[in-house]
């Protein structure tokens, strides 16, 4: 079978405007200061992670990839946060200082942010707490499809290791909070609700959020 010329064309504009939406590139992470001060405090907690001792590598996803959880609508198992505001999750401020975090009250709470529709995400990067080095506990991170989670629910961390918060299992291991945050693969998977969980840290009953990103894109 022969092509006409212009069918040709078509094809390699179509492949080339493919291969370019696919053009991997660093994430757009802007990090906040370290707030670190003095010698911190050893950590000392079952299945901990050990420190990478150097940055992060820079994590790759596809052009145009972006912070798809900005300003978007947060809810909690806490509607009535001991400090702050839901707001603040999702406000774009990572800072960590007092009035850029959120208390939640002692025992096992979930934050679940609405990304309004079907996104195709890539990374999700969590600020629980920086201040001082802390490991928060039964922390995950689930996808799904409806604000219950019942359809399409996807676990992409956990690290609760006796089920404790009654989500399962989890194989992840605990780490240390510092100002680079948690950063997790999600893999490409496709979902509109992204929820987080946690039951507090080896130093604090209830469980803290600075912020949460969500880098990812929509679906066509």
């Not at 991997?24 to 010698?39: H, Q």
């Not at 940055?55 to 145009?64: K, N, V, Y």
């Not at 300003?71 to 009535?80: E, G, I, N, R």
């Not at 679940?112 to 600020?127: G, N």
Request: proline share 6%; glycine share 8%; aromatic share 8%.
């Amino acid at each position: 079978m022969r092509f006409s010329r212009a069918t040709i064309l078509l094809a390699a504009f179509a492949g080339a405007a493919a291969a370019q939406s696919m053009k991997m590139e660093p994430l757009p992470i802007v990090l906040p200061k370290p707030l670190f001060e003095g010698t911190p405090e050893p950590v000392s907690v079952p299945n901990l992670e050990k420190a990478l001792g150097k940055p992060r590598p820079a994590f790759l996803a596809p052009s145009g990839t972006a912070n798809v959880a900005l300003h978007k609508l947060v809810t909690s198992s806490d509607a009535d946060p001991l400090i702050g505001s839901l707001d603040a999750i999702t406000d774009g401020k990572t800072a960590g200082v007092d009035g850029t975090y959120v208390e939640l009250k002692a025992g096992p709470q979930t934050v679940t942010i609405d990304l309004e529709a079907r996104h195709t995400i890539y990374a999700i990067l969590v600020w629980h707490y920086h201040k001082e080095a802390r490991a928060y506990k039964c922390v995950l991170a689930q996808v799904a499809d409806d604000p219950d989670f019942i359809t399409n629910v996807r676990t992409l961390f956990n690290n609760d290791n006796d089920n404790s918060c009654g989500f399962g299992i989890g194989a992840d291991k605990r780490y240390v909070e510092t100002a680079e945050g948690k950063l997790i693969d999600a893999k490409g998977v496709e979902a509109r609700y992204v929820r987080l969980v946690s039951n507090g840290s080896d130093r604090t009953q209830g469980s803290h959020y600075v912020e949460v990103e969500v880098f990812g894109k929509p679906l066509k």
